[in-house]
Nanobody, 114 residues
Framework: QVQFVESGGGLVQPGGSLRLSCTAS????????MGWYRQPPGKQRELVAT???????NYAASAKGRFTISRDNAKNTVNLQMNNLKPGDTARYFC????????WGRGTQVTVSS
């Protein structure tokens, strides 16, 4: 069984910043991809950013230039630094990892509003 600890969500004004963090633990070995997806209200889940074990990052177009993904392989942790947040970034953000299978966290809410 895989457990996730996700943190860093909250309410922020437009233009503000948040840092999301996710640590995976339990019966999980050899994590290859770690990343974040989000689900805006009333919409489908969508990619935000992923990062490989070797550090290669992939960003959605909406995230490029504003968000930075990083990971600590020793700690099975992935972080997402989000800057210049916009109301359109409001969503529930889900941690995602792949090893022998794909696993999802329960998510953390990010609300961007004045």
């Amino acid at each position: 069984q895989v457990q996730f600890v996700e943190s860093g969500g909250g309410l922020v004004q437009p233009g503000g910043s948040l840092r999301l963090s996710c640590t995976a633990s339990g019966s999980i070995f050899g994590i290859w991809i770690m990343g974040w997806y989000r689900q805006p209200p009333g919409k489908q889940r969508e990619l935000v950013a992923t990062i490989s074990r070797g550090g290669s990052a992939n960003y959605a177009a909406s995230a490029k230039g504003r968000f930075t993904i990083s990971r600590d392989n020793a700690k099975n942790t992935v972080n997402l630094q989000m800057n210049n947040l916009k109301p359109g970034d409001t969503a529930r953000y889900f941690c995602y990892v792949t090893s022998d299978a794909s696993y999802w966290g329960r998510g953390t809410q990010v609300t961007v509003s004045s």
